[in-house]
């Protein structure tokens, strides 16, 4: 057994322990502890990546390229982060008794299963294996989305199975076209569906055929991505969902499903040449950061809003790959790196106020939080100017590294749109979260008071964690992202 | 003699499609899709015999069974326990349903012109109903309020594709297909869990009522 099938097993292993039925203190020592593993191997596979031979398993049907190493160690990351977040979590609702055995037993088992299927997507050089696995990720965390059992859950549960379903069909689609462009140079068995050999052979695929299959493909996996006009399930279970399955979704699903388009842009590009697909991600890319915007200015609820800036990530980093060149791809991986580590100080903090207040809609949480919650507050506006691309903060670096790009290159006028529309996004999203942060207290809203436990410890370390990867990146991770960058740019 | 069955098997699809949108009785839609399982599991057998290619043999006792029976009896018991109201009521009435869909299989058969397998025979057949299916599942998607018929229409964009997938490849590698088999039952089972937690919680699996997530 290779280091890189521990690293997919040890999720499962972790599932299963999960599900048997034991004490709150047991199955959280479970989880957590059977993530950090996971962590620990997801950065010995990029180790091994990094100083040796290419990890490969069965026949290469998964194979840990740059790209791959990223995205695993990235994946990995926000796994154990979210879960030890959710052990927080789940305490303070706990405490009020609004969870029962049933539902922890749900959250340990599946959460676990959503960390194994992203690793897998994150991993898989086979393109049916990869979409088996983004179809894993959706029915893993569709009951993570209907978790509260609430009329709006279920809603949003509903909404995200259908959407999803459908786009994974197109996806299906594409995939099938995809194999069928190729007019069985590439043999029968499971290795005629590996990305590899699609780039091998990429000169001999048939144009028409391809070009339908690269459609159908970016639209399916870009509905799992959540760009626009894809996106609509994306603010429902965003805020429906348990906040830490929230980011897990808004940063683990949005970097797997970036990396699914990626192939197949990189596929389409060898065959095609860059603009084809390239101008589709260019296009619905900026469309995703267009729609985002009127909806961050007039938006009711705090996780919807979170929603909505994750639906701006996604857009700026097609953005950035569909502007192609080595800098704009470098500052899209960039940015999903930084995206990775700033998210969950937003997504964590408005967690907590929103489980002080009992609600995420603007209206009952009030204005002037400030008071009530200092710390958590705090934390939440250090999210927002992360999130906004703030400067002197890390997102700030990499869209600017895209713009240049952009600006530099053949796309001027795209690159205004969507400057501008970056501009209003900041201004949406500061006075929205500003408002509520720092406004001043009209009501008096009930609220519970702050106390210092596990969630909020684990907010403050992601905080720290998002603070120092502005200034100072590990060595072998900058490495990871060079690497990926290579992979992107010179499709090898 | 084979391509004859092969091509009127997949009209037979066509058709089953045709009657989905036309029908409005719940059992009978459920039913209809099983029956279109099995035509496509008859694709599947006759395109293994008379181009020797052994693992669609799996594929069609796979679909037999699992889409052909498993799925329809699952769908059936849903419904059963549910035991509310079983009249589809559609957005759009039947007659205009219907032309729309014409429309949809004219489009269909037009652009399986453009592959390179699809211009003349078989292949052009398979793929045109193949993408006319597709389309009227989608259609079937947006206009039915209920939730198991849109179970159903999703049910069969998944035909349409596996037929697509026949008529262009002649099967993908066997593995993704367990793979993508599984991965269906899973979908099905998971959709039927929470359908029923819909009904229990609205008293109704009309999905039109699910309108209060907006902004």
């Known amino acids: 057994m290779t280091l890189l099938v521990w690293t997919l097993l040890a999720p499962l292993l972790t599932a299963a322990l999960g599900g048997i039925r034991a004490s709150r203190k047991v199955e959280e020592v479970v989880i957590i502890s059977g993530l950090s593993v996971t962590f620990g191997l997801c950065l010995a596979t990029a180790w091994q990546f990094l100083n040796g031979p290419m990890p490969t398993a069965f026949n290469e049907a998964l194979r840990v390229d740059g790209l791959s190493a990223l995205v695993l160690v990235l994946c990995g990351f926000i796994g154990l982060l979210s879960a030890a977040y959710g052990v927080g979590y789940t305490r303070r609702n706990d405490a009020r008794g609004l969870v029962t055995p049933r539902m922890r037993q749900e959250f340990s088992v599946l959460t676990p299963v959503y960390v194994f299927a992203m690793l897998l997507v994150s991993v898989s050089n086979n393109l049916g294996i990869l979409w088996i696995a983004v179809e894993l990720t959706t029915l893993a965390s569709v009951f993570l989305v209907a978790y509260h059992n609430r009329d709006t859950s279920l809603e949003a549960a509903w909404k995200f199975l259908m959407l999803g379903s459908l786009g994974l069909g197109f996806a299906l689609l594409g995939t099938v076209l995809l194999f069928a462009s190729a007019q069985g140079a590439l043999g029968e068995d499971l290795t005629a569906l590996h990305w590899t050999q699609f780039m091998a052979h990429a000169s001999e695929l048939h144009p028409f055929t391809l070009r339908l299959g690269v459609v159908f493909a970016l639209i399916g996996y870009g509905t799992k991505a959540g760009l626009a006009p894809m996106h609509t399930w994306k603010p429902d279970a965003y805020r429906e969902a348990p906040s830490p399955a929230g980011v897990m979704m808004a940063v683990g699903m949005l970097n797997a499903a970036l990396y699914c388009l990626l192939r197949v842009h990189l596929i389409s590009k060898a065959a095609l040449g860059r603009d084809f697909s390239g101008g589709l991600l260019l296009t619905l890319g900026l469309l995703s950061v267009l729609v985002a915007m009127p909806f961050i200015l007039i938006q009711w609820n705090l996780k919807r809003l979170l929603a909505y800036s994750s639906i701006e990530h996604v857009g700026i980093m097609a953005v950035g790959i569909g502007l192609g060149g080595e800098a704009a791809v470098f500052g899209a991986l960039l940015h999903m790196t930084y995206h990775t580590f700033a998210k969950p100080v937003a997504f964590f903090s408005s967690g907590t106020l929103a489980q002080l207040h009992r609600s995420s809609n603007f209206a009952v949480i009030g204005r002037g939080t400030l008071s009530r919650a200092p710390i958590t507050s705090a934390l939440l506006l250090l999210g927002a100017l992360f999130v906004t691309g703030s400067p002197p903060f890390s997102l700030f670096f990499s869209e600017m590294m895209i713009l240049r790009a952009g600006f530099l290159g053949s796309h001027v006028i795209a690159t205004s749109v969507f400057l501008a529309a970056l501009v209003i996004l900041f201004c949406g999203f500061a006075y929205q979260i500003g408002g509520l942060v720092l406004g001043e207290q009209v009501s008096d809203p009930v609220a519970d008071p702050e106390t210092l436990d596990w969630g909020l410890g684990v907010t403050l370390v992601a905080a720290l964690i998002a603070i120092v990867s502005t200034f100072y990146l590990p060595g072998p991770l900058m490495g990871l992202i060079r690497a990926a960058a290579a992979v992107v740019s010179e499709g090898a | ?215």
Do not use: W
Not at chain 2, 60 to 76: D, E, H, N
Not at chain 2, 141 to 166: C, G, Y
Not at chain 2, 176 to 195: R, W
């Open chain 2, 1 to 215: 003699m084979t391509p004859n069955v092969v091509i009127l098997c997949a009209a037979g699809m066509l058709v089953t499609a045709y009657l989905m949108v036309g029908q409005k009785s719940l059992f009978t839609t459920i039913r209809l899709y099983g029956v279109q399982s099995l035509l496509l599991a008859t694709v599947a057998v006759v395109m293994a015999i008379s181009d020797k290619r052994p693992h669609l043999f799996v594929m069609a006792t796979m679909t037999t069974v699992l889409k052909g029976f498993a799925i329809p009896l699952f769908l059936m018991r849903v419904v059963d326990r549910i035991g509310i109201h079983r009249e589809i009521e559609p957005f759009l009435n039947v007659p205009a349903s219907l032309l729309a869909c014409l429309g949809l299989t004219v489009v269909g058969y037009r652009v399986s012109t453009g592959f390179a397998e699809g211009t003349v025979g078989v292949t052009h057949h398979v793929l045109g109903v193949g993408l006319s299916t597709l389309m009227i599942g989608l259609f079937l998607m947006v206009t039915r309020k209920k939730a198991i018929s849109q179970v159903l229409a999703l049910l069969t964009v998944e035909n349409a594709i596996f037929l697509i997938a026949l008529g262009i490849t002649s099967g993908m590698p066997l593995v993704v297909e367990l793979g993508i088999f599984f991965d269906v039952i899973l979908a099905v089972l998971v959709l039927g869990i929470l359908v029923r937690r819909i009904v229990d919680r609205f008293e109704s699996m009309d999905v039109s009522r699910l309108s209060n997530l907006k902004g």
